[in-house]
């Protein structure tokens, strides 16, 4: 193809996108409501699909913010009420503080030591497929807490120059299975803990919103993390049973380059520290609350006001002020420039404005989903309707934010079974949630597919053919295992 062609191919493909946005919503304005639909919700699908398909071809980043814009220019809200719904709540300073937090760690060179020290065990020499889980294993516990995006990051970074360094090529079967491993681990990793990811911080927002239920971080974390270790294991099976790579050539020269990295670290730095005190100490006032309140009534009532996203503010902006040799763990500008995903704040602001208009009954949109779904809920085996629930959510994953396919989904699944009376909404809320962070197939899904892809180390055709083989075991582990943990302890 010549440079022309391409160029009129670009253009072309620049063009089509805002084309479509642009012609789907005009549909919407001009086609009369059908009942339940009011003409408001008429206009307010029409936003709703013009901002999907932006996300889907173009990406999360301005089609958020145009999504907030255009509720209020079609006359759906406010402008007052589009932008205080969209980033007048707590999430948004939540997640601020928490890309802080995370940044801080990584600054100071903790999580690389994090990362290290699991495969430095003495355990794992001349076994490689150990080493692989232990890897994994950090990973995914870094992961709980971190952004995937700063933990896949971290982990690829020490595993590129070892897979180079012992000889493997891009695109060979064990280092693809390798950063693949990675990509999977930091992604799946997401759904155990509320820390630090937003669909997670989102769902909660919304069940104590609809449902007057405080699902508390403890609680989470006492279903998320078992559920995220079976996952983790099950990527094991997989790697090892399916995928088979031949490890003969990573064994004890890739202990000895880890050891090597390791060594040269040091011991830990005062600013390392400094920076963990500070996080266990956030990490400790966002659980206290739900584990406390028979033992220190006061204290557990004071922190249960304060929320999430206060002591997390605290904490970030004291990684600001304490200084070690004359500077600070963190200096507000690397914080702001480095350590916020801007495209994710865009995009929170975005699903919460589409939250807010999907659940007015005043546009006719609760009315209609419930009349779609409610006969599916009530007409079928709550098991059948689970699975499809969970199979719609991993599915939609896939090719989508695990934002946009976990807060839809909820906001379609969720009030049906409450208007149908079966179920565990709560625990219903959970799974979407989790099984939302099962972006495994391809890179348009998420950020951590996206990098190892976008690397070269792994081959687009050769993540499909795995993530494909993960769907049906995750959509069982979370119908048969997943929802009736969670039914023991939202209650």
Not at 296 to 303: D, E, I, Q, T
Request: glycine share 10%.
């Amino acid at each position: 193809m010549s440079g022309l062609e391409e160029g009129n191919r670009m253009r072309v493909k620049s063009w089509l996108a805002p084309g479509l946005m642009v012609a789907v919503l005009t549909t919407f304005l001009l086609l009369p409501p059908v009942e339940p639909l009011t003409t408001v919700g008429m206009r307010a699908i029409g936003v709703f699909l013009f901002t999907v398909i932006g996300w889907m071809i173009i990406g999360t980043g301005y089609p958020s913010l145009l999504c907030v814009a255009l509720f209020a220019l079609t006359g759906v809200m406010t402008p007052a009420a589009a932008f205080s719904a969209a980033w007048g709540n707590w999430l948004i300073f939540f997640m601020l503080a928490a890309f802080g937090l995370s940044e801080g760690l990584r600054v100071t060179g903790f999580s690389r030591r994090f990362a290290l020290w699991f495969i430095t065990r003495p355990f794992t020499a001349g076994h490689p497929w150990l080493l692989v889980a232990m890897f994994l294993l950090g990973c995914t516990i870094m992961g709980s807490v971190m952004s995937l995006t700063v933990t896949c990051i971290v982990f690829m970074t020490i595993a590129e120059p070892m897979l180079e360094g012992l000889g493997y090529k891009k695109g060979d079967p064990f280092a693809a299975m390798f950063m693949m491993g990675i990509a999977w681990a930091a992604t799946a990793s997401s759904a155990m803990t509320p820390v630090g990811h937003p669909l997670n911080v989102l769902i909660i927002d919304l069940v104590q919103t609809d449902l007057s239920y405080t699902m508390n971080f403890a609680q989470w974390m006492a279903v998320g993390i078992p559920m995220g270790l079976l996952v983790f294991l099950m990527l094991l099976a997989i790697f090892r049973y399916v995928v088979r790579p031949d490890v003969s050539q990573f064994s004890d020269m890739a202990a000895s380059y880890v050891r090597k990295e390791s060594g040269k670290m040091g011991a830990m730095k005062l600013e390392e520290k400094l920076a963990v005190a500070v996080f266990l100490g956030v990490i400790v006032c966002w659980i206290l609350p739900g584990v406390t309140s028979n033992i220190l009534p006061g204290v557990s009532a004071y922190l249960g006001e304060m929320g999430y996203a206060i002591p997390a503010i605290v904490g970030a902006c004291l990684l600001c002020i304490i200084r070690v040799k004359g500077k600070p763990l963190l200096t507000y500008r690397r914080w702001m420039l480095e350590g916020v995903e801007w495209s994710t704040m865009a995009l929170i602001g975005g699903i919460m404005v589409i939250a807010a208009v999907i659940g007015n009954p005043e546009t006719g949109i609760p009315q209609f989903l419930t009349g779609i779904f409610q006969p599916v809920a009530t007409g079928a085996p709550f098991n059948i309707f689970l699975m499809i629930t969970l199979l719609w959510v991993v599915l939609q994953t896939n090719l989508m934010s695990n934002l946009v396919s976990g807060s839809t989904i909820y906001r379609i699944m969720v009030p049906a079974t409450v208007a149908a009376g079966v179920g565990n909404p709560v625990a219903l809320a959970f799974v979407i949630a989790a099984a939302a962070n099962y972006a495994f197939i391809l890179p348009s899904a998420t950020t951590a597919p996206a990098i190892v892809t976008g690397s070269g180390w792994v081959p687009v055709g050769f993540l499909a053919r795995y993530g494909v083989i993960m769907v049906i075991p995750i959509v069982l582990l979370f119908t048969f295992v997943g929802y009736p943990f969670a039914c023991l302890l939202f209650r």
